[in-house]
Protein backbone atom coordinates (compact mmCIF):
# COMPACT_ATOMS: atom_id res chain seq x y z
CA UNK A 1 0.00 0.00 0.00
CA UNK A 2 0.94 2.98 -0.64
CA UNK A 3 1.82 5.86 2.39
CA UNK A 4 1.83 9.64 1.57
CA UNK A 5 3.82 11.77 3.38
CA UNK A 6 1.12 13.81 4.77
CA UNK A 7 -0.47 10.06 5.96
CA UNK A 8 2.87 8.65 7.71
CA UNK A 9 2.78 12.27 9.49
CA UNK A 10 -0.65 11.97 11.00
CA UNK A 11 -0.40 8.01 11.91
CA UNK A 12 2.87 8.98 13.66
CA UNK A 13 1.87 12.22 15.49
CA UNK A 14 -2.72 11.72 15.49
CA UNK A 15 -2.74 15.03 15.06
CA UNK A 16 -1.23 18.43 12.80
CA UNK A 17 0.07 19.57 15.95
CA UNK A 18 4.21 19.25 16.96
CA UNK A 19 5.98 16.05 17.26
CA UNK A 20 7.11 14.78 20.44
CA UNK A 21 9.60 11.57 20.59
CA UNK A 22 7.51 9.20 21.44
CA UNK A 23 5.25 9.95 18.62
CA UNK A 24 7.40 9.83 15.90
CA UNK A 25 6.87 6.83 13.13
CA UNK A 26 8.23 3.64 14.36
CA UNK A 27 11.34 3.44 12.19
CA UNK A 28 12.55 6.77 13.67
CA UNK A 29 12.52 4.92 17.00
CA UNK A 30 13.44 1.44 16.63
CA UNK A 31 16.31 1.83 13.93
CA UNK A 32 19.24 4.33 13.64
CA UNK A 33 20.12 6.24 10.65
CA UNK A 34 22.43 4.96 7.77
CA UNK A 35 25.89 6.49 8.72
CA UNK A 36 28.99 6.60 6.42
CA UNK A 37 32.21 7.50 6.59
CA UNK A 38 33.63 10.94 5.19
CA UNK A 39 36.87 9.13 3.22
CA UNK A 40 39.52 11.71 4.28
CA UNK A 41 38.98 11.77 7.67
CA UNK A 42 36.64 8.53 8.60
CA UNK A 43 34.40 10.41 10.40
CA UNK A 44 31.10 9.01 10.31
CA UNK A 45 27.84 11.30 9.07
CA UNK A 46 24.24 10.39 9.25
CA UNK A 47 23.60 9.63 5.39
CA UNK A 48 20.37 11.27 5.52
CA UNK A 49 21.29 15.24 5.47
CA UNK A 50 18.54 18.82 5.16
CA UNK A 51 19.25 21.01 2.17
CA UNK A 52 17.75 24.97 2.19
CA UNK A 53 17.83 25.67 -1.06
CA UNK A 54 14.72 27.84 -1.47
CA UNK A 55 12.92 26.27 1.10
CA UNK A 56 14.42 28.20 3.79
CA UNK A 57 13.92 31.75 1.37
CA UNK A 58 11.56 33.09 4.12
CA UNK A 59 10.62 36.44 5.85
CA UNK A 60 10.98 37.48 9.65
CA UNK A 61 7.24 36.61 10.39
CA UNK A 62 6.92 33.88 13.09
CA UNK A 63 4.20 32.35 10.80
CA UNK A 64 6.86 31.90 7.97
CA UNK A 65 9.79 30.52 10.61
CA UNK A 66 7.55 28.40 12.57
CA UNK A 67 7.20 25.25 10.12
CA UNK A 68 11.03 25.57 9.84
CA UNK A 69 11.87 25.44 13.07
CA UNK A 70 9.97 22.16 13.33
CA UNK A 71 11.49 21.16 10.36
CA UNK A 72 15.21 21.33 12.35
CA UNK A 73 13.63 20.26 15.52
CA UNK A 74 12.64 17.18 13.93
CA UNK A 75 15.81 16.68 11.92
CA UNK A 76 18.00 16.60 14.94
CA UNK A 77 15.54 14.31 17.25
CA UNK A 78 15.62 12.07 14.77
CA UNK A 79 19.35 11.97 13.97
CA UNK A 80 19.84 14.30 11.06
CA UNK A 81 23.19 16.52 11.43
CA UNK A 82 24.41 17.46 7.55
CA UNK A 83 22.84 21.11 7.16
CA UNK A 84 23.61 22.35 4.02
CA UNK A 85 23.00 25.77 3.10
CA UNK A 86 25.09 29.12 1.41
CA UNK A 87 24.86 32.68 1.62
CA UNK A 88 23.45 33.32 -1.84
CA UNK A 89 20.15 31.26 -0.93
CA UNK A 90 18.10 34.20 -0.21
CA UNK A 91 17.57 34.87 3.48
CA UNK A 92 18.26 30.60 3.87
CA UNK A 93 21.51 30.53 6.30
CA UNK A 94 20.61 33.46 8.23
CA UNK A 95 16.93 31.96 9.37
CA UNK A 96 18.52 28.66 9.98
CA UNK A 97 20.65 30.03 11.96
CA UNK A 98 18.81 31.82 14.01
CA UNK A 99 16.37 29.09 14.45
CA UNK A 100 19.33 26.64 15.52
CA UNK A 101 20.07 29.22 18.17
CA UNK A 102 16.85 29.39 19.40
CA UNK A 103 16.55 25.76 19.37
CA UNK A 104 20.26 25.63 21.09
CA UNK A 105 21.29 22.81 18.28
CA UNK A 106 23.83 24.91 16.40
CA UNK A 107 26.84 22.88 17.60
CA UNK A 108 25.29 19.58 17.10
CA UNK A 109 24.76 19.84 13.38
CA UNK A 110 27.47 19.78 10.48
CA UNK A 111 27.00 22.76 9.32
CA UNK A 112 27.98 23.09 5.54
CA UNK A 113 27.98 26.57 3.53
CA UNK A 114 29.25 27.92 0.18
CA UNK A 115 31.44 30.77 -0.49
CA UNK A 116 29.49 32.06 -3.87
CA UNK A 117 30.69 35.14 -5.22
CA UNK A 118 32.30 36.90 -8.23
CA UNK A 119 33.89 39.55 -6.28
CA UNK A 120 37.25 38.63 -5.47
CA UNK A 121 39.01 37.38 -2.74
CA UNK A 122 38.13 39.71 -0.01
CA UNK A 123 34.40 39.74 -0.94
CA UNK A 124 34.63 35.74 -0.78
CA UNK A 125 36.12 36.11 2.96
CA UNK A 126 33.37 38.02 3.89
CA UNK A 127 30.93 35.52 3.11
CA UNK A 128 32.90 33.47 5.05
CA UNK A 129 32.82 35.45 8.39
CA UNK A 130 29.18 36.29 7.88
CA UNK A 131 28.36 32.66 7.63
CA UNK A 132 30.24 32.02 10.96
CA UNK A 133 28.06 34.65 12.49
CA UNK A 134 24.85 34.06 10.99
CA UNK A 135 25.37 30.37 12.98
CA UNK A 136 27.09 31.74 16.01
CA UNK A 137 29.85 29.57 14.95
CA UNK A 138 33.76 29.67 15.54
CA UNK A 139 34.05 26.78 12.97
CA UNK A 140 32.28 26.28 9.52
CA UNK A 141 32.31 22.25 8.90
CA UNK A 142 32.44 22.36 5.38
CA UNK A 143 32.77 24.97 3.01
CA UNK A 144 32.56 24.89 -0.28
CA UNK A 145 33.05 26.57 -3.11
CA UNK A 146 29.61 27.32 -4.85
CA UNK A 147 29.16 25.94 -9.03
CA UNK A 148 32.81 26.52 -9.07
CA UNK A 149 32.57 30.53 -9.14
CA UNK A 150 35.91 31.73 -9.00
CA UNK A 151 37.27 28.23 -7.55
CA UNK A 152 40.82 29.20 -7.46
CA UNK A 153 40.74 32.01 -5.11
CA UNK A 154 38.03 30.95 -2.85
CA UNK A 155 39.60 27.43 -2.54
CA UNK A 156 42.68 28.96 -1.36
CA UNK A 157 40.10 31.37 1.14
CA UNK A 158 38.98 28.13 2.25
CA UNK A 159 42.08 26.15 2.98
CA UNK A 160 43.43 28.90 4.92
CA UNK A 161 40.72 29.32 7.46
CA UNK A 162 41.15 25.15 7.14
CA UNK A 163 44.64 25.72 8.29
CA UNK A 164 43.27 28.07 10.97
CA UNK A 165 41.33 25.47 12.83
CA UNK A 166 38.28 27.65 11.18
CA UNK A 167 36.84 25.35 8.28
CA UNK A 168 37.14 21.63 8.99
CA UNK A 169 36.56 20.60 5.38
CA UNK A 170 37.02 21.76 2.03
CA UNK A 171 35.01 21.38 -1.02
CA UNK A 172 33.44 22.39 -4.47
CA UNK A 173 30.22 22.37 -5.64
CA UNK A 174 27.71 22.25 -8.75
CA UNK A 175 23.88 21.33 -9.68
CA UNK A 176 24.42 21.51 -13.81
CA UNK A 177 25.70 19.14 -15.97
CA UNK A 178 26.82 21.68 -18.54
CA UNK A 179 29.70 22.06 -15.63
CA UNK A 180 30.50 18.24 -15.54
CA UNK A 181 33.67 18.26 -17.95
CA UNK A 182 35.05 21.64 -15.82
CA UNK A 183 34.27 20.00 -12.46
CA UNK A 184 35.96 16.63 -13.66
CA UNK A 185 39.20 18.73 -13.98
CA UNK A 186 38.86 20.35 -10.82
CA UNK A 187 38.84 16.88 -9.08
CA UNK A 188 41.72 15.81 -10.78
CA UNK A 189 44.19 18.06 -9.92
CA UNK A 190 42.86 20.18 -6.55
CA UNK A 191 42.91 18.37 -3.22
CA UNK A 192 39.82 18.43 -1.62
CA UNK A 193 37.56 16.69 1.16
CA UNK A 194 34.12 16.68 -0.79
CA UNK A 195 32.29 17.67 -3.77
CA UNK A 196 28.56 18.12 -4.23
CA UNK A 197 26.72 17.27 -7.26
CA UNK A 198 23.08 16.63 -8.74
CA UNK A 199 22.53 12.87 -9.12
CA UNK A 200 18.90 11.75 -9.08
CA UNK A 201 16.96 8.94 -11.44
CA UNK A 202 15.96 11.82 -13.26
CA UNK A 203 19.52 13.07 -13.66
CA UNK A 204 21.88 10.00 -13.79
CA UNK A 205 24.73 11.96 -15.90
CA UNK A 206 26.86 12.26 -12.20
CA UNK A 207 27.49 8.05 -12.23
CA UNK A 208 29.20 8.03 -15.51
CA UNK A 209 32.62 10.18 -14.43
CA UNK A 210 32.32 11.88 -11.58
CA UNK A 211 30.91 9.42 -9.08
CA UNK A 212 33.57 6.80 -9.82
CA UNK A 213 36.40 9.68 -9.87
CA UNK A 214 35.00 10.67 -6.77
CA UNK A 215 35.27 7.33 -4.87
CA UNK A 216 38.87 7.07 -7.21
CA UNK A 217 40.17 10.28 -5.55
CA UNK A 218 38.76 9.60 -2.03
CA UNK A 219 35.85 12.09 -2.00
CA UNK A 220 33.25 12.25 0.39
CA UNK A 221 30.01 13.12 -2.09
CA UNK A 222 27.09 15.60 -1.28
CA UNK A 223 23.99 14.98 -3.47
CA UNK A 224 21.90 18.17 -4.21
CA UNK A 225 18.70 18.08 -6.46
CA UNK A 226 17.50 14.63 -5.09
CA UNK A 227 13.75 15.25 -6.53
CA UNK A 228 14.96 16.72 -9.82
CA UNK A 229 13.50 19.81 -8.34
CA UNK A 230 10.18 18.25 -7.75
CA UNK A 231 9.95 16.43 -11.49
CA UNK A 232 10.08 12.86 -10.07
CA UNK A 233 7.02 13.39 -8.09
CA UNK A 234 5.11 14.64 -11.21
CA UNK A 235 6.49 11.33 -13.36
CA UNK A 236 4.74 9.43 -10.92
CA UNK A 237 1.94 11.82 -9.84
CA UNK A 238 -1.04 9.17 -9.66
CA UNK A 239 0.32 6.06 -9.66
CA UNK A 240 1.00 3.13 -6.91
CA UNK A 241 4.40 2.13 -5.61
CA UNK A 242 5.40 -0.95 -6.04
CA UNK A 243 4.93 -4.08 -4.17
CA UNK A 244 8.48 -4.59 -4.53
CA UNK A 245 9.28 -2.03 -2.57
CA UNK A 246 9.01 -3.19 0.53
CA UNK A 247 12.29 -5.42 -0.64
CA UNK A 248 13.96 -2.51 0.63
CA UNK A 249 11.35 -0.94 3.26
CA UNK A 250 10.56 1.81 1.22
CA UNK A 251 7.02 3.40 2.21
CA UNK A 252 6.55 6.30 -0.22
CA UNK A 253 7.95 7.26 -3.71
CA UNK A 254 9.85 9.86 -1.83
CA UNK A 255 11.83 7.45 0.12
CA UNK A 256 12.42 5.22 -3.21
CA UNK A 257 13.90 8.08 -4.88
CA UNK A 258 16.41 8.82 -2.20
CA UNK A 259 17.25 5.28 -1.36
CA UNK A 260 18.20 4.95 -5.00
CA UNK A 261 21.13 7.45 -4.53
CA UNK A 262 21.77 6.56 -1.10
CA UNK A 263 22.90 2.97 -2.48
CA UNK A 264 25.25 4.09 -5.00
CA UNK A 265 28.72 3.18 -3.01
CA UNK A 266 30.08 6.73 -4.23
CA UNK A 267 27.37 8.46 -2.00
CA UNK A 268 28.66 10.27 1.33
CA UNK A 269 25.16 12.25 2.32
CA UNK A 270 21.84 13.68 0.46
CA UNK A 271 20.66 16.70 1.11
CA UNK A 272 16.93 17.01 0.33
CA UNK A 273 15.21 20.35 0.96
CA UNK A 274 12.00 20.79 2.54
CA UNK A 275 10.03 23.77 4.91
CA UNK A 276 7.04 20.81 5.48
CA UNK A 277 7.76 18.99 8.70
CA UNK A 278 5.39 16.62 7.05
CA UNK A 279 8.32 15.51 4.12
CA UNK A 280 10.94 15.71 6.66
CA UNK A 281 10.00 13.13 8.31
CA UNK A 282 9.08 11.08 5.32
CA UNK A 283 12.93 11.94 3.99
CA UNK A 284 14.53 11.04 7.23
CA UNK A 285 12.73 7.50 6.60
CA UNK A 286 14.58 6.77 3.73
CA UNK A 287 17.63 7.09 5.96
CA UNK A 288 16.44 3.80 7.87
CA UNK A 289 16.18 -0.24 6.98
CA UNK A 290 17.71 -1.92 3.68
CA UNK A 291 18.84 -0.18 0.63
CA UNK A 292 18.32 -1.72 -3.17
CA UNK A 293 20.87 -3.97 -4.81
CA UNK A 294 22.20 -3.34 -7.64
CA UNK A 295 19.93 -5.20 -9.53
CA UNK A 296 16.95 -3.61 -7.88
CA UNK A 297 18.43 -0.01 -8.79
CA UNK A 298 18.41 -1.06 -12.60
CA UNK A 299 15.18 -2.25 -11.99
CA UNK A 300 13.85 1.00 -10.62
CA UNK A 301 15.63 3.24 -13.74
CA UNK A 302 13.63 0.65 -15.82
CA UNK A 303 10.65 1.83 -14.20
CA UNK A 304 11.09 5.33 -14.10
CA UNK A 305 12.33 5.46 -17.60
CA UNK A 306 9.35 3.96 -18.89
CA UNK A 307 7.23 6.38 -16.72
CA UNK A 308 8.75 8.90 -18.71
Known amino acids: MKISRRDM???????????????????????PLLMRSIPSSGQEIPALGLGSARTFNVGPSGEERAPLKEVLRLFQEMGGRFFDTAPTYGTSERIAGQLVQELGIQNDLFFATKISTGGGREAGIAQQEASLQSWGRDTIDLNQVHNLRDVDTHLRTIRQAKEEG??????????????????????RIEELDFVQLNYSLGEREAAERLLPLAQDRGLGVVVNEPYNVGRLFGAVRGRELPDWAAEFD?????????????????????IPATSDPEHLVDNMGAGVGRLPDERTRTRMEELFDGLT
Open 9 to 31: LKISAGTGAALLLSELPAFAQDQ
Open 250 to 270: CRSWGQFFLKYILAHPAVTVI
Open 166 to 187: RTRYVGVTTSFARQYQRMEQVL
